[in-house]
């Protein structure tokens, strides 16, 4: 969009219109359960009604807002929701978390499903991920003797940790569109801060909450095999499972290295600038998913529900993404921006504090990951300029905070509650505790990366 497009001048409409988009939102979703598009549409459309603002600027600002992000991003969207329908229903899943248990041994299984969770939040929506893994959590908790606080909080930290904060998921995909953000450096940073972060989730949970927690795992689980199929099912090979995750992941982040490290016009570069373009990556990592399949049912078949499902459950976020960046783009046009920017450095205030602080409120008051890192995208994007901070570090930082915290408004938080059969109260304390410490770890490593000019 062309930044000589100013929507106002009014610098008090502007932050009327700022703080009053902010409150409804929320307002909208927390107490009246709107749905996220509808409450995310309302108030840019009441942005646009107060006085002082330039309509056809307005209007202008919201179509190539929306039409922009969602061009850069929607089919890369797309992309990895059909691969993670393709890696639930090829068994990849098991096979991924049989590869984690086995090197730690059976006495380390909560450290295991922790980076099982680590490994799978990065291409499954955590909810679906735990629903698949629950009956491991128990049969696992029997064969240790612990509480299934004990086995299952690393885990359920370190799903919604990877979930928020590494693409390919959808949330974090949006959110690195809506800042500008280099895609390849925020898989590995992002992976590296939600790597400590899961640590610190797993201690939490072995050492800290589950102890505490006298819940004790399912009966109907005591001796359950998750890996032996009676029906004669076979699963893909390591390799193979874990190919549609790893491959594209390491196209875009090599991309990204190329960058920095090959001459402009190097034909390594130019190869790996395409290959390494997520939707090229992508496209590459589905087609190896499917190449899972073993089926009894007809492949293509089989592979065009995955297809549909995967359309379904993007269509959401496609909507919701173009949403933000036509609030983006709309206050970017105003003087909200460098007016928050001048407080910022009028009180000293660290600037990375900014989008974690929208991470945290849009997601402890909607309940849901994707809207608060989705939102501390929107709102930060315009201000990259004048707060002097990165893309990536804008954008890993409101991930970080829309992790914390996950309780009763949490749709996922009920899912884990109810899976383990844990009472609410000692829910709160373990899976509500372990994404404030995961995702405040994780925040706090992204801080020392800016820091030292790493990110």
Sequence with gaps: MNSEIIVTTNVVVALIGFAGSIVLLLFLIARWKWHVFAALLLPILLFGVLPGIQRNSFIEAFEHGFGNTIGKIGVVIVLGSIIAEALRHTGAIQVITRSMVRPVGSKRLPFALTLTGFVLGIAIFSDVAY????????????????????????????????????????????????????????????????????????????????????????????????????????????????????????????????????????????????????????????????????????????????????????????????????????????????????????????PILLPFMIGVIGNMLTGSTTVGVITAGSLVAPMLGTLNLSPEAAMLSGASGSVIIKYVNSSYFWVCTSLSKMEVKEALFGYGGVTFVAGTASFATVWIMSAFGIV
């Excluded at 629950?134 to 003797?145: F, I, K």
């Excluded at 496609?318 to 407080?343: D, H, N, R, Y």
């Design 131 to 350: 629903v698949i893994l629950n009956p491991l959590v128990h049969s696992a908790a029997h064969a240790m003797g612990v509480s299934v606080g004990t086995m299952s909080i690393g885990l359920v930290g370190a799903l919604q940790l990877t979930h928020a904060i590494v693409p390919p998921t959808p949330g974090p995909l949006a959110a690195a569109a809506l800042v500008g953000a280099d895609i390849g450096k925020v898989i590995i940073l992002g992976g590296f801060s939600c790597l400590v972060g899961s640590i610190a989730g797993w201690i939490w949970g072995q050492y800290i909450a589950g102890p505490r927690i006298k819940t004790l795992p399912s009966e109907e689980f005591r001796g359950d095999d998750v890996f032996n199929d009676e029906s004669g099912e076979t699963f893909p090979s390591t390799f193979r499972s874990y190919a549609p995750i790893v491959v594209p992941v390491v196209l875009i982040s090599a991309q990204s290295v190329a960058k920095i490290t090959v001459q402009e016009g190097h034909v390594i570069r130019e190869i790996l600038t395409y290959i390494g373009w997520p939707v090229v990556a992508l496209t590459i990592g589905l087609w190896l998913a499917i190449g899972n399949f073993r089926g009894k049912d007809n492949r293509s078949e089989s592979t065009n529900r995955w297809i549909k499902d995967g359309l379904k459950t993007s269509a959401m976020i496609l909507v919701v993404t173009g949403l933000g960046g036509s609030l983006s783009a709309i206050l970017k046009g105003t003087p909200a921006v460098a007016f928050i920017a001048e407080i910022f450095a009028t009180y000293g205030l660290p």
